[in-house]
């Protein structure tokens, strides 16, 4: 089974529907493995079908919002607000 992320979404252009995350105790035991692929932190990704209307993401960017929205009382999200540093994940590999 394959279940598409956020990402595999956007660059299928909506092809391919990201699947909401559910998880549902059960009475039996089971066994699953996951594996998960990503781009690199500093990626920018665009779909696979150029379309000029859709910008390319930063992948570095959508991850850490992600991590925001889903940990907002961490230290490390209010830190990244505090600090303004959401808006330089963009450049650092241009400063590597």
């Known amino acids: 089974m394959v279940f598409p992320g956020d990402f595999l979404q956007f660059l299928t252009g909506g092809h391919l529907l990201s699947t909401p995350h559910k998880v549902r105790l059960n009475t039996r035991e089971r066994f699953a493995m996951a594996d998960f692929h990503e781009p690199t932190f500093d990626a920018w990704v665009e779909p696979l079908k150029a ?46």
Do not use: Q
């Open 51 to 96: 379309d000029a209307a859709v910008a390319p993401i930063h992948y570095g960017t959508h991850f850490t919002n992600m991590f925001m929205r889903c940990y907002p009382k961490r230290i490390t999200t209010r830190r990244i607000d505090e600090k303004g540093l959401l808006g330089k994940l963009p450049t650092l590999s241009e400063v590597a």
